[in-house]
C-alpha cells in the first residue's frame, strides 16, 4: 500500500525513480537487509532515507536534491 503511494507521488512529481521489488529480487532484500531495514518502502534520495510514505520528507529531501545538483 505505501509502496505504491510513494510510487504516485513520484510519478505525479515526475520524479525518476528505479523501483527494485524485494519479493521478486533476493539481492535487493539483501541490500535493504544490509542497510539495516525489514520494512518496505525505503526510498533513496541522495543521502536521505525515507521509510514508510511520508510525503513532507520526501518533498523536503527532493527540493534538498534539486538545490545540491545545480
Do not use: W
Not at 24 to 32: G, N, Q, R, Y
Not at 33 to 52: A, D, K, N, S
Not at 53 to 69: K, P
Request: aromatic share 8%; with cysteine.
Amino acid at each position: 500500500m505505501f509502496c505504491d503511494r510513494v510510487k504516485e507521488f513520484l510519478s505525479r512529481n515526475s520524479i525518476e525513480f528505479t523501483e527494485r521489488n524485494v519479493a521478486a529480487d533476493p539481492a535487493a532484500l539483501d541490500e535493504l537487509e544490509g542497510m539495516g531495514y525489514h520494512t518496505t518502502p525505503v526510498t533513496l534520495i541522495g543521502e536521505g532515507v525515507v521509510v514508510g510514505f511520508d510525503q513532507a520528507r520526501l518533498t523536503a529531501l527532493l527540493n534538498h536534491q534539486g538545490r545540491s545538483s545545480g
